[in-house]
């Protein structure tokens, strides 16, 4: 222990926010255990996936161009299909990132004067431009797609009665999104997905529901596929990517929809047949066995911020004690400049430009200057340990990710130190 102490010295980590944070640690022993069991369940359900698929060396090659018979693209669709027990899957580089997946999953499945409907409120930000709730060019609105919304009850809760008067026979598609992504609203459980599902095909049997998954992978031991999901969608530089996938969006579920979104991707006629995965899939396949485990410690992360947060007064989203369903810790610091360090010091323990120091600016899209910090090896990869907040009340900062829990242990210590460094807090 005197070692290790000495180590996270040299890192910057007084005694005093170590033995701090050991506390914390040692009141959490019963939670890291339930966590250990889900990702032991979910490391065996990648694995039985891989072995039933018969994943070989020869998978791994590289091809070019077209990618005509890239057997190793083909294999890796298929363990993502096993795992996520769904039909068919659509797993490429060339789904550039989370959004571009849900267009596609969206834009294949649509036709004009089809409805989709959101019954879980306003989705991601960056679906607004996708759907055409803010007006842009290329939206589904432009393409004769209308959409509604049902917004949540007060307390979070799915609006039965509302979503019953939403259902029509022009609804086509029904998007529901697991995680609450950058909102205050709860995150949802697979089970309450499950629920919401048979509502609704209770009532509409042929709509399609699709779930964006983003942050929600490996957190449970189910996923939204195994409670009615016709197709769920997210990112490889999230969850399932491990870390490893430099690039990447995943659609996986019945096969008729999975098709229509192929031929979005690439082209009618052409569909999941064409696309060379480019030296790509080693990472791939390699990344989703980690994922189980990666997921594992940014959910410890999470839960060790959560709790060193809550005990200084700081209110936070998740809190300490509650059930997971994503990755996302929200801490409000209720001013400016507590925001700005804690940011600071995730950046300072990062593997890459530690050495810088973050400042707010002025991003396109967004009404107040934002702080980010991301010493990422993949850039924008929010399973790697990352933070930001918008510079407006309540100075809230979104945490997430980690690849290691040790990263991530030492990610928040540093916050804490930095916090503690600047007079902001007293442990
Ligand atoms: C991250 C995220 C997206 C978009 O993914 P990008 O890869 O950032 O485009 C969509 N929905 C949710 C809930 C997300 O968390």
Same mark, same amino acid.
């Given at each position: 222990?005197?070692?290790?102490? !000495?180590?996270?010295?040299?890192?910057?980590?007084?005694?005093?926010? #170590?033995?701090?944070?050991?506390?914390?640690?040692?009141?959490?022993?019963?939670?890291?255990?339930?966590?250990?069991?889900?990702?032991?369940?979910?490391?065996?359900?990648?694995?039985?996936?891989?072995?039933?698929?018969?994943?070989?060396?020869?998978?791994?090659?590289?091809?070019?161009?077209?990618?005509?018979?890239?057997? *190793?693209?083909?294999?890796?669709?298929?363990?993502?299909?096993?795992?996520?027990?769904?039909?068919?899957?659509?797993?490429?580089?060339?789904?550039?990132?989370?959004?571009?997946?849900?267009?596609?999953?969206?834009? *294949?499945?649509?036709?004009?004067?089809?409805?989709? #409907?959101?019954?879980?409120?306003?989705?991601?930000?960056?679906?607004?431009?996708?759907?055409?709730?803010?007006?842009?060019?290329?939206?589904? /609105?432009?393409?004769?797609?209308?959409?509604?919304?049902?917004?949540?009850?007060?307390?979070?809760?799915?609006?039965?009665?509302?979503? /019953?008067?939403?259902?029509?026979?022009?609804?086509? #598609?029904?998007?529901?999104?697991?995680?609450?992504?950058?909102?205050?609203?709860?995150?949802?459980?697979? /089970?309450?997905?499950?629920?919401?599902?048979?509502?609704?095909?209770?009532?509409?049997?042929?709509?399609?529901?699709?779930?964006?998954?983003?942050?929600?992978? =490996?957190?449970?031991?189910?996923?939204?596929?195994?409670?009615?999901?016709?197709?769920?969608?997210?990112?490889?530089?999230?969850?399932?990517?491990?870390?490893?996938?430099?690039?990447?969006?995943?659609?996986?579920?019945?096969?008729?929809?999975?098709?229509?979104?192929?031929?979005?991707?690439? &082209?009618?006629? #052409?569909?999941?047949?064409?696309?060379?995965?480019?030296?790509?899939?080693?990472?791939?396949?390699?990344?989703?066995?980690?994922?189980?485990?990666?997921?594992?410690?940014?959910?410890? *992360?999470?839960?060790?911020?959560?709790?060193?947060?809550?005990?200084?007064?700081?209110?936070?989203?998740?809190? $300490?004690?509650?059930?997971?369903?994503?990755?996302?810790?929200?801490?409000? =610091?209720?001013?400016?400049? @507590?925001?700005?360090?804690?940011?600071?010091?995730?950046?300072?323990? @990062?593997?890459?430009?530690?050495?810088? !120091?973050?400042?707010?600016?002025?991003?396109?899209?967004?009404? @107040?200057?934002?702080?980010?910090?991301?010493?990422?090896?993949?850039?924008?990869?929010?399973?790697?340990?990352? @933070?930001?907040?918008?510079?407006?009340?309540?100075?809230? &900062?979104? =945490?997430?990710? $980690?690849?290691?829990?040790?990263?991530?242990?030492?990610?928040?210590?540093?916050?804490?130190?930095?916090?503690?460094?600047?007079?902001?807090?007293?442990?």
């Amino acid at each position: 222990m005197m070692e290790l102490e !000495t180590m996270y010295q040299c890192l910057g980590i007084s005694s005093q926010v #170590l033995s701090y944070g050991k506390s914390i640690e040692d009141s959490l022993k019963e939670r890291f255990e339930a966590i250990d069991a889900r990702a032991e369940y979910n490391q065996m359900k990648v694995l039985k996936a891989m072995q039933d698929n018969r994943v070989s060396d020869i998978h791994f090659a590289a091809t070019t161009g077209y990618g005509y018979n890239d057997l *190793g693209r083909d294999i890796l669709e298929n363990v993502y299909a096993s795992v996520f027990h769904g039909e068919s899957a659509l797993v490429r580089p060339q789904l550039i990132s989370g959004t571009h997946a849900l267009h596609i999953a969206l834009s *294949g499945n649509l036709r004009p004067k089809d409805e989709l #409907l959101s019954p879980a409120g306003k989705p991601y930000d960056t679906l607004e431009e996708v759907i055409g709730i803010r007006d842009s060019v290329g939206s589904l /609105k432009e393409y004769g797609v209308i959409y509604r919304q049902v917004d949540l009850l007060s307390d979070g809760t799915f609006d039965y009665e509302n979503i /019953k008067k939403a259902l029509n026979e022009k609804t086509k #598609l029904v998007t529901i999104q697991r995680s609450k992504g950058y909102d205050t609203r709860p995150t949802f459980s697979v /089970k309450q997905i499950g629920e919401l599902i048979a509502f609704i095909k209770n009532r509409k049997p042929d709509v399609i529901c699709m779930v964006d998954n983003c942050y929600g992978e =490996f957190v449970e031991t189910i996923e939204p596929t195994d409670v009615g999901a016709d197709m769920i969608v997210g990112s490889l530089i999230k969850n399932p990517g491990g870390g490893l996938a430099p690039i990447g969006g995943y659609i996986v579920g019945r096969k008729d929809c999975i098709d229509r979104a192929s031929y979005r991707l690439s &082209a009618p006629g #052409l569909g999941k047949e064409v696309g060379a995965s480019l030296g790509l899939n080693q990472s791939f396949y390699q990344g989703l066995f980690l994922a189980p485990t990666v997921v594992a410690g940014a959910l410890k *992360g999470a839960i060790f911020a959560a709790n060193i947060y809550e005990k200084l007064g700081f209110f936070v989203v998740p809190n $300490g004690s509650e059930e997971r369903h994503d990755i996302i810790q929200a801490i409000s =610091f209720g001013k400016p400049e @507590a925001l700005i360090a804690f940011c600071q010091g995730i950046q300072a323990a @990062a593997p890459v430009d530690s050495f810088v !120091t973050p400042e707010p600016w002025d991003m396109p899209g967004y009404d @107040a200057p934002v702080i980010m910090a991301a010493g990422a090896f993949v850039q924008g990869s929010s399973i790697e340990l990352s @933070a930001d907040g918008p510079l407006k009340p309540p100075y809230a &900062a979104y =945490f997430q990710g $980690g690849l290691t829990w040790y990263h991530a242990k030492l990610g928040i210590l540093m916050s804490l130190q930095k916090l503690v460094e600047k007079n902001m807090v007293t442990i």
